[in-house]
């Protein structure tokens, strides 16, 4: 019996069942759409991946007149793309695949059965199919007890985990996604493969890894996920930082050493969904990806200090070189790399506020954070795993003042807008100078004038210069 909420997708997907039928072909709905429609995610935005008997000629042939656009970037490996309306397809012929020893690209050989292309899928969870051909009921397809796997929230591969690990090496990551995703618990088998093959990672692109990390640290709850690298040993092989972590005891969370510490973080960065609505918006992707890298620094910088035991000194600027090193070496883009550093470098700035800040200071914090100033807010209220109520509370008041701080200042000097009171060409103008280094300087030294003091006006401002610029010469 299939459930009702099928019923959406599988009308959708009639008109193209028909053409394929009418050809002589078999049409099947397969892998993640029909898991996510069996445990009712809600979802609607997925894309549909269809498989067939055909091959990727007949394949076009069927969808011709049919797609508003066709795209062909992957028939070497049988897979035809196309889009019709808001959704995009990809319809793949029936194929086995295997990675030679030492090659990132997968060695396609087709199939004429839907069982063989589902026994060579990653997991059971995703080795089930809905046949849209060959009457009026679609049949679900399911020889590796998928379902029953997703009831019974359990982690297996259709074959032998050896055999799809060697098929592809990603699947070994990818199965901390679907552990986190769905609470799975992984065989003992599939948990023994991983620690064996692990070193087989080498073989994959640091790209088809960040885009797989990226998919765990974006599930609602990873930490089962990220728990899963660790215990494995899988991390060693693209992000060997995070065990390091497990070894370095942190003074400051008692309870937790730095790992559990920076995991726990990591959780408490909430999806958007889960966001309360007065709440700016950030980006929830960089955040999570912060609050993992937050502490990378303190296994470099542990120390001791009579009276005071374990220190980290400075751990947050060799953090945030750390966390450059290792997202340059996974192919994050420059923005993101840029944008997670400079959110570890800055994420002890705020627990200077306990001291008391000036108007300038808050200035500065703003400044300094400018585009991520709400993602360093929310990585800083996230960074409290204390189980001390009161000290929790007592950190979460102290943000929401200085957010108030913020606002009120925001309001009055469009604080994230703040420049000299001069340009470069007043400056030059007033000092009789051309462009060079001490345009620079000067313009840097009107600057600190306006974050410490605010807006006073040119004829004061040109008197400081001037008594800048004698006092320089």
Not at 113 to 121: G, S, V
Not at 293 to 321: C, M, N, Q, S, W
Not at 439 to 465: K, N, P, Y
């Amino acid at each position: 019996m299939i459930p009702d909420r099928f019923a959406p997708v599988l009308d959708e997907l009639r008109p193209v069942a028909e053409r394929f039928e009418q050809a002589g072909h078999r049409l099947y709905l397969v892998g993640g759409t029909v898991r996510d429609l069996l445990v009712d995610t809600g979802r609607s935005d997925f894309d549909l991946d269809l498989t067939t008997d055909a091959r990727p000629d007949a394949i076009k042939a069927c969808i011709e007149g049919w797609a508003d656009a066709i795209w062909t970037q992957g028939e070497r490996f049988g897979t035809i793309g196309a889009k019709f309306g808001d959704r995009t397809y990809e319809i793949t012929t029936f194929r086995a695949e295997i990675y030679a020893d030492d090659s990132r690209k997968p060695h396609v050989t087709y199939s004429d059965d839907i069982e063989t292309d589902l026994a060579r899928r990653d997991f059971t969870i995703n080795a089930m199919a809905l046949e849209l051909t060959g009457g009026a009921t679609p049949t679900l397809v399911d020889p590796h007890g998928g379902a029953a796997d997703l009831m019974q929230r359990v982690l297996r591969t259709p074959l032998g985990p050896d055999i799809s690990f060697s098929d592809d090496p990603l699947r070994m990551l990818r199965a901390a996604r679907f552990i986190a995703r769905f609470e799975l618990t992984p065989t003992d088998e599939l948990v023994a493969a991983v620690e064996t093959m692990r070193a087989r990672m080498e073989i994959v692109s640091a790209e088809r890894i960040r885009d797989e990390f990226d998919k765990l640290i974006t599930v609602d709850h990873p930490a089962a996920g990220l728990w899963f690298l660790h215990d494995t040993g899988l991390a060693d092989e693209f992000l060997p930082e995070l065990s390091a972590m497990r070894l370095e005891h942190d003074p400051i969370h008692r309870h937790k050493d730095v790992l559990t510490h920076s995991i726990a973080v990591v959780e408490n960065v909430r999806p958007p969904h889960e966001q309360p609505d007065d709440r700016p918006e950030f980006d929830f992707r960089l955040v999570r990806l912060a609050a993992l890298f937050h502490d990378i620094g303190k296994p470099r910088t542990r120390g001791y200090l009579e009276g005071k035991g374990t220190t980290f000194h400075h751990h947050d600027a060799v953090g945030a070189r750390m966390t450059k090193k290792r997202m340059t070496a996974l192919r994050y883009s420059n923005d993101d790399v840029a944008a997670v550093t400079e959110l570890v470098a800055l994420h002890l700035r705020f627990h200077t506020y306990r001291l008391g800040w000036s108007d300038a200071a808050v200035r500065r914090y703003v400044r300094d954070a400018g585009d991520l100033l709400h993602e360093l807010n929310v990585l800083t209220r996230c960074d409290c795993t204390t189980r001390n109520e009161r000290k929790a509370r007592t950190l979460s008041k102290r943000m929401d003042d200085l957010e108030e701080r913020i606002a009120e200042l925001a309001e009055a000097e469009e604080i994230a807008k703040i420049r000299p009171e001069l340009d470069g060409k007043a400056v030059m103008d007033h000092l009789g100078i051309g462009p060079g280094r001490e345009v620079g300087e000067a313009l840097q030294f009107l600057l600190d004038i306006r974050l410490d003091e605010g807006i006073l006006g040119e004829d004061e401002v040109t008197r400081r210069l001037d008594e800048w610029w004698a006092a320089r010469s």
